[in-house]
């Protein structure tokens, strides 16, 4: 059963911000021992029971094996284009106008380490 203490989320208008710096820190912190934790327990149980479908007293769990497969378009382009006789600077040309840059906010957050006198 899952013992983590959650905290109700702090309300961001009345907090200062170093105190929501460090919560959101701590958080991802939590998140990546969280995901670390079911990587483990994924692997355990892939090793020991393998693909099959498995029940907890209060979870089902399903294990799959799948292959995923990714292509590099740029690379099938590039070749492509070679055949065609197309210069890598025409290529870039026809990349760039078939590219959409989108702004998108991105927060990232580590430990600020302290130095010692």
Not at 33 to 46: M, Q, Y
Request: with cysteine; proline share 2%; glycine share 4%.
């Amino acid at each position: 059963m899952n013992t983590t203490t959650i905290t109700r989320p702090m309300s961001a208008a009345s907090t200062a911000t170093p105190m929501l710096v460090d919560r959101f820190g701590r958080l991802k912190a939590d998140v990546a021992d969280v995901t670390a934790e079911l990587d483990a327990i994924k692997e355990v149980l892939i090793e020991r029971s393998g693909e099959g479908k498995y029940e907890g007293e209060l979870f089902r769990l399903s294990l799959a094996h799948q292959l995923r497969s990714t292509t590099d378009w740029k690379a099938v382009a590039q070749a492509l284009a070679l055949k065609a006789g197309i210069t890598d600077k025409a290529l870039d040309a026809i990349i760039a106008t078939n590219t959409n840059c989108t702004a998108a906010w991105v927060a990232r957050s580590n430990a600020r380490v302290t130095k010692v006198a």
